[in-house]
Every structure is written in C-alpha cells, then in structure tokens.
C-alpha cells in the first residue's frame, strides 16, 4: 500500500516537473522565427544597446546561461574562467563584422549553439578543458557576430563593446550562480533544464 502511495506521489511529481520544463519550451519555440527583431536598441545610445541586445535575443540569453550553467560541472581552469572565455569569442565574432569580414551561417551557428549547449547540460557532459573552450569560443564567435553586425546607426562602437561586454558577463555569472543552486537538487532538474533549452534550440533551428 504504501510503495503504491509514494509510487503515485513520484509520479505525479516528476510528471509536474517535466511540465514545468516544457511550458517555457512551447512558448518559446512559437517565438522562434522572432529570435532576433525587436532588440537592436533602436533609439538607444550606443551602451544601452549593447546592453540590451544579449539579454533581449531569446537565442543569445539561452546559450549563454546554459553555457554558465553547464560550467559549474567542468573542471579547474574550465569552470573558473568560462565567463571571460565567452567574452573573448564574443569580442572575437564582433571584431570579424567590424572588420566586415562575413561569417557563413551565423542564424544556424547561434541556433545550433543553444541546442548543443543545452545537450552539453543535460547530459551533465564534461568535456577536457581544451576541447569543451574550444567548443564554447566557437558558439560565442556566432554571438559576437551577430552583435556586431547589428551595431545600430549613429551608436557608439566603443560604449555598445561595453554594454555587451557587461551583459554577457552578467548573464554567464547568472547561469553559474543557477548551476550552483541545481548542484543541491537531483540531477533530474539539471537534465530537465538543459532538455527544455535544446528543444528551443532546436526550434530556432528548424525555422
């Protein structure tokens, strides 16, 4: 009677949070095909744009918060300077469209960013740490080109490097910090978290 009563419990309880981790998957992936318009901090100065552009693109903020998320399981020099890898890929991505030199597939790189990063967290991958900063450098090269290439009319290049320098580190420390807190859960949350991101990546993809 009573492993019939905490079977039922389980279950209802795993089946809430597996709702809870689609619901944002579905509204999410309606918006897909509007990753990007919308946040180009028109009518903004140069630093407000910057700012608001990672944090307003539902792809960038997915991929950077599974990215600081998926760190906290990496080891030594991985773990601790992921932030500051990810703000070098982006610098590296933004100065390849100031320069004006293309990047081919940036829209699928950035979808296919999200998507690996939240198979990366589900999973609870650990990668070497030249192969998983290899990895992460090569997603925010994509990022950091769509930035740059969506630098509005008349801003300031230097202030809108600063604003989305700021909001990229504010943004990857925000995933760790979550990736701390799941640590203290069971892993079901961690892999739930990082199946619900992949699936909007796959989304974005698809469109």
């Known amino acids: 009677m009573f492993h019939r009563l905490s079977s039922r419990f389980y279950s209802r309880r795993y089946s809430r949070i597996w709702a809870l981790a689609v619901a944002p998957v579905a509204a999410l992936a309606a918006m897909s095909t509007f990753a990007h318009p919308g946040h180009d901090g028109a009518g903004h100065g140069g630093f407000v744009a910057g ?33 500051l890898l990810m703000l070098a890929g982006m610098w590296g991505g933004a100065a390849l469209a100031w320069g004006g030199l293309a990047l081919p597939g940036v829209e699928t790189g950035i979808a296919l960013s999200v998507l690996l990063a939240g198979v990366l967290v589900a999973t609870l991958a650990r990668l070497p740490s030249v192969l998983g900063g290899g990895l ?30 700021l909001a990229t580190l504010a943004i990857a420390f925000a995933g760790k910090g979550v990736g701390a807190l799941l640590q203290r859960c069971e892993t079901r949350w961690v892999r739930a978290l990082g199946a619900a991101i992949a699936a909007v990546g796959g989304a974005f993809a698809l469109s």
């Open 51 to 83: 700012l608001l552009h990672p944090m307003l693109g539902i792809d960038h903020l997915l991929a950077m918060l599974a990215i600081g998320l998926w760190s906290v399981r990496q080891q030594g020099s991985l773990r601790r300077f992921m932030p």
């Open 136 to 165: 992460v450098a090569a997603f925010m090269l994509f990022h950091g080109h769509a930035h740059g290439s969506e630098l509005p009319a008349e801003a300031s290049l230097v202030t809108y490097l600063i604003g989305f320098s």
